[in-house]
């Protein structure tokens, strides 16, 4: 519900205390990695967060095969609501 | 007495094991809190390992202690820095001393939430009374909730005996600085102290007490920042240990606390005495006798409903254009840069379409224009305020405050010019940038007030008045009479109701004299700083940021003698862009101008504060690691863009480029290639100067092999103190030893003098050091060319400088070489302070 104005407003008083958007990182997924979570086609945003993970949010959570993801090296799956699929690959 | 009883713990949360050394935390891979293990989760909802009692759970919702009927004490922490999401996130599904089963749901988080906005999800299991156990093979192990996991070996946890005889004594009452209060990190670092100390320790809040040995007990004292907490200890080295953990209390438990000022550190404040003092924190430092002047917001009638919505419409409009214009007077007339742009600031905020959205909205649901308004400013605000941190609460004071004065104008309510009178010490639950534009300053001794902090509104005018101000204030102070005689006095954090005359006529003395002082320093403050005997001393200011540029150059700072690049970098998930970074120089840069000197230093991170988005493996010692230019160099592509963001602003300024930590010449070398390299793709023909810091024993002791390859020294007292004398300086009991004023640390920065010297080289200071007045007349005496000092100090240290005489430094300097001890330099150097800058303390 903020939008640039009101962050504008805060970075003047603050200006080290806002952080600005971070800018979309391209990551490329291990051809595997990517073909167990359905293609790229079926990729719709991917981030690395929290030290250890890759954010993807998928068009189509269905085609995503956690067995196939396994055997590409990915150990740890948390599937959220939205398409969202945290891969843990360690740090 | 060892039995071979065990206890089984479960896994708490599915996931990816982790081995604790690879946690990415010192204080968890160091094992401070405990032995245990870390899951990287892929689960959502926190389980309870084993059955117990619930022996703490943190108001934030992220860490949460079992204590076993058997005496196991299990603390379970969710994420790393999640402490920073002030609850949010979290969900706990059980309550303090609620017994719990094994297996059992504790809390619900939102893994999405955390991993997009707090460093990790990685989550510790730790076993914090101690018990060993067989760790399972880690690395890579899927686990699910509820599959045993460690087996506790039972009786054999370390007991230690506490001696109990003697008297009890008390340490004074003091703030904590946390930002956070006191939770797992600081206080393990606190309880890994006291364990160091066979006197049995209490750690006290109001009423409440802790076993300071104890880290759950300590967390379970829920503090926070600002807390009054004391410590009491009894047995023999009960004195050694409340002197020891005070300090280490004062100094955030090894977390890096903000300093209220240079010269005001968070003051013990002690127990009321008596009811005529009321206590508070200091926010600007002094003391001042005055009067008590309260200042009040007056409550303003609103009726919530309106007929004519297009009236409330054009109502709403009417007043917001009123205020913009009111703002645009008030920035145009006001005289300090800051507050023209909270003004401006505030102007925006009028014109942010998520609020006029709102307010519009609720006038068209049949809201008076007024009603409509104040909902939408209260509610964003307090949004602000909840969000868990200091700084943007305290904004949202601001967004009060512009949404008061839209409402005065819906309303047509006339705000009236307050008269004081002389000595005005004013007193108000909290002062709004409206409030203070209008006053009249000259008449104002001093502030007071219940809310805000070190970084409020009143916080920064006051310093920037030099008139004492206390903070926190207990809201009796709301309750004075106006026209008391009060006594502020700052420092010691008290207001007292009925003073002393003869306390009033020493202070009154000493304020005039202190302030003589000062304005005399800050007259003088733009002229040149040189010796007596004529010899001239470049004062430049460390900063990082532009506001501290701006303000730096108007105390008459020759330049920038260390920008410390990290606040770029910091407290965000992922590198500034090219743009950001130009910009950012080039607006410093321009500040400075081309007559001065611009010191860029490069990006001086390393294992103690790592980037989310620069991934590093643990360091068992950071300070021995990974840090400065050896990070650079192994990531040479955040050290290009940071020179060609730098190389940007080349015609602004003097630009220099500081080097951190080097330690061997190849480093100075391979990084003046990538400067060369990025200069040469920018077409840049003039290279900028090119020096390094000294701050590595290495270095100081090789200067004469640097000096022929460098442009200039900066010497880092603080880092190379540490180094050299091998002590940490935030070491709980080595701290006091790390003075820079060691002889051997002097020694070294002779030799780096007389290396730059003879190469035609300049030499700074830009550690704290420099910024210290008793070292003054020592470091010009050294040879050293210029003191980068920080900002608010560039005029008493211009101030001292004036006074001095080269050539008695320099007899002086040879002298404190040849001295035993830190102790023995700094007594050599006492006699030479001038009675007044005993007023400075």
Known sequence: MFDKALKAFWKALTPDLVVDEPAKPVLTLDKTVLAALGGSGNIKTEQRVALTRIRVELADITRLDPQALRVAGVPGILSLPGGVVHLVVGL | MVTSQQVELLAPLSGVLMALDNVPDPVFASRLIGDGLCIDPTSQVLCAPLAGVISNLQHTGHAISITHANGVQVLLHIGLDTVNLGGKGFTALVEE???????????????????????????????????????????????????????????????????????????????????????????????????????????????????????????????????????????????????????????????????????????????????????????????????????????????????????????????????????????????????????????????????????????????????????????????????????????????????????????????????????????????????????????????ATVGGGASSHVAILARALGLPALCGMSPQVLALANGTEVLLDADQGQLHLEPDPQRIRQLTLQRALQHQRQQQDLQQAAQPASTRDGVRIEVSANIASLAEAEQAVSLGAEGVGLLRSEFLYLERSSPPSHAEQVATYSAIADVVGTGHNLVVRTLDVGGDKPLAYVPMAHEANPFLGMRGIRLCLERPHLLREQFSAILASADLTRLHIMLPMVTQLSELRMARQLLEEQALALGIKTLPKLGIMIEVPAAALMADLFAPEVDFFSIGTNDLTQYTLAMDRDHPRLASQADSLHPAVLRLIATTVKAAHAHGKWVGVCGALASETLAVPLLLGLGVDELSVSVPLIPSIKARVRELDFVACQALAQRVLGLESAGQVRAALQPLVQPMTELES
Not at chain 2, 171 to 196: F, I
Not at chain 2, 366 to 395: I, V
Request: aromatic share 4%; charged share 20%; glycine share 8%.
């Open chain 2, 97 to 447: 001393g609620q017994q719990v089963t094994a297996g059992q749901a504790l809390i619900e988080f939102d893994a999405d939430y955390i991993a997009l906005h707090a460093r990790s999800l990685l989550t510790l299991m730790l076993v914090v009374s101690g018990e060993p156990f067989v760790a399972p093979s880690p690395g890579g192990v899927l686990v699910e909730t509820g599959q045993p996991l460690l087996r506790l070996q039972l009786g054999q946890a370390e007991t230690v005996a506490e001696v109990q005889a003697g008297d009890t004594q008390r340490s004074q009452p003091q703030r904590l600085p946390n930002p956070n209060g006191l939770h797992a990190r600081p206080a393990a670092v606190l309880a890994q102290a006291a364990k160091g100390f066979a006197a049995t320790l209490h750690l006290h809040k109001q009423g409440e007490s802790a076993n300071a040995k104890s880290l759950v007990a300590i967390m379970a004292l829920q503090t926070v920042c600002g807390d009054s907490v004391y410590l009491s200890a009894c047995g023999s080295d009960a004195e050694q240990a409340l002197k020891v953990l005070s300090e280490l209390l004062a100094e955030g438990c090894g977390e890096s606390v903000v300093a209220v000022a240079p010269e005001a550190q968070p003051v013990a404040v002690p127990e009321p005495v008596d009811s005529n003092e009321l206590r508070g924190v200091c926010a600007s430092p002094g003391s001042a006798f005055g009067h008590v002047v309260q200042l009040t917001e007056s409550v303003l009638q609103i009726s919530e409903l309106a007929t004519d919505q297009r009236h409330e419409r054009e109502q709403l409009q009417q007043a917001l254009a009123g205020a913009t214009a009111q703002l645009q007077t008030l920035c145009d007339t006001t005289q300090g840069k800051a507050q023209a742009e909270i003004f401006n600031a505030h102007q925006e905020l009028l014109e942010d379409p998520g609020l006029l959205e709102q307010a519009f909205g609720l006038i068209e649901q049949g809201k008076s224009a007024a009603f409509a308004w104040q909902s939408a400013t209260h509610e964003t605000a307090t949004l602000f305020k909840g969000l868990g941190n200091r700084l943007l609460a305290e904004r949202a004071l601001d967004l009060d405050d512009v949404g008061q004065r839209v409402l005065k104008l819906i309303l047509g309510v006339q705000d009236c010019a307050l008269e004081l009178p002389d000595l005005a010490i004013l007193i108000a639950e909290q002062l709004t940038p409206s409030q203070t534009a209008t006053l009249d300053t000259r008449k104002v001794a001093g502030f």
